[in-house]
Structures are given as structure tokens and as C-alpha cells.
T-cell receptor, first 114, second 117 residues
């Protein structure tokens, strides 16, 4: 069984500052994929970044980077230079190796202050 | 990028009626689509996996006779909430996997908000 844990229900960040969203996971499978999605108030799920369990380097996509610490089973998302439009709910998710189903964490609400 | 649409985006219905929600992949073929349910301020919970040309696979605790899923073509999956009740009010969102690209490519639709009165 897989489990995704996001322990921060909500966070405030000042505009232009960086913010780190925590995500830990639990799986016995050696092969898995980790995702981060952004969900604004409109409800759409926006893909941000992906990290494969065998990837040697941490994934980066623009202002988003994933701090992947495999031994600690953590996949924290770092958003640099926060913008007001970054205010949203952020979900960490994991894909099992044998299918494409995603298991989601509880989510973290980020509010960017001007 | 790839686009997944859902229709309707909003639906209000009376208790006891059935509601059909469509999920379409607009510019790619999706052999597999997923249906999720999300209550306010909560996470997405997978309801079922919809496979083109075969029966859907439901997650534990999801009533298959209550939530009928049909995946008749490579671009369309439908979720029918039968005999809807107020507790079925929720945000339903689908995702589709592009069979032609990396297995990690999965796109979400914009979601459907269902309110059962």
C-alpha cells in the first residue's frame, strides 16, 4: 500500500520569497513516480513537476524544484520567487509501478501575501 | 499541451435523478482514464479506472452500480451518478493518460461540480 503525507495544511509566504512544501511517502516498491500538482480555486489540476524514483538528479521546472531525498522518502516542492498567482492548493502524488493510478496527499494551501 | 475537457462544468439536480458527466481527450487517444472525487478542502480520492473497451475497475468502497462508467472510445469516458442523493454532491474530476507519450503523462479535466438538492 502507498501513502502520501503532507503535514502542512496551510502556509503564508511573502511575495518574491521562496517556500518549501513538505511531502513524505511510504512505499515498498522500488519503482515509483512522484508528482506535484497545483489546484487554484477554479478547481483545475495543473501539473507542476515529476520525479522518478530512479532519477539521479532533482527535477526542476522553471520556478519549481523538487528536493528528492530517497532515503528519507521525501519529495519536497520548492517554489522560488513566489508570485500572487501561486496562491492555491498544492498536492503531492505518487504513482504505483504497475499501474498509472495516483495517490494524493491531503494538500497544502499556499497564500502569497503582497 | 494536451487538453482534457469535461461536460458539464456545473450541474444541479433533484434527488433521485441520474447525472451523466463526460470526460473527453481532445487531441490525443486515452486508453485509460481515471475518475476522482473531491470534497471541499479535501484531497482527490480515486473512484475508478476507466479502460477503453473493457469494464471499469472500481476502488474499494465505491459502488459500481451507483457510479456507472463507460469508456466507449479512445477519447471519451462517461461517469453516470445514478439516483443521486445530496451526499453525492461533490467535485468530480477526470484524468486521461496519453497512450502515445511517456507513461508519466497524465492530464486532468477542469472538473464538474455536482449539487444534488
Amino acid at each position: 500500500a502507498q501513502k502520501i503525507t503532507q503535514t502542512q495544511p496551510g502556509m503564508f509566504v511573502q511575495e518574491k520569497e521562496a517556500v518549501t512544501l513538505d511531502c513524505t511517502y511510504d512505499t515498498s516498491d522500488p519503482s515509483y513516480g512522484l508528482f506535484w500538482y497545483k489546484q487554484p480555486s477554479s478547481g483545475e489540476m495543473i501539473f507542476l513537476i515529476y520525479q522518478g524514483s530512479y532519477d539521479q538528479q532533482n527535477a526542476t521546472e522553471g520556478r519549481y524544484s523538487l528536493n528528492f531525498q530517497k532515503a528519507r522518502k521525501s519529495a519536497n516542492l520548492v517554489i522560488s520567487a513566489s508570485q500572487l498567482g501561486d496562491s492555491a492548493m498544492y498536492f503531492c502524488a505518487m504513482r504505483a509501478p504497475n499501474d498509472y493510478k495516483l495517490s494524493f496527499g491531503a494538500g497544502t494551501t499556499v497564500t502569497v501575501r503582497a | 499541451g494536451a487538453v482534457v475537457s469535461q461536460h458539464p462544468s456545473w450541474v444541479i439536480c433533484k434527488s433521485g435523478t441520474s447525472v451523466k458527466i463526460e470526460c473527453r481527450s481532445l487531441d490525443f487517444q486515452a486508453t485509460t482514464m481515471f475518475w476522482y472525487r473531491q470534497f471541499p478542502k479535501q484531497s482527490l480520492m480515486l473512484m475508478a479506472t476507466s479502460n477503453e473497451g473493457s469494464k471499469a475497475t472500481y476502488e474499494q468502497g465505491v459502488e459500481k452500480d451507483k457510479f456507472l462508467i463507460n469508456h466507449a472510445s479512445l477519447t471519451l469516458s462517461t461517469l453516470t451518478v445514478t439516483s443521486a442523493h445530496p451526499e453525492d454532491s461533490s467535485f468530480y474530476i477526470c484524468s486521461a493518460r496519453d497512450a502515445g507519450l511517456s507513461q508519466e503523462t497524465q492530464y486532468f479535466g477542469p472538473g464538474t461540480r455536482l449539487l444534488v438538492l
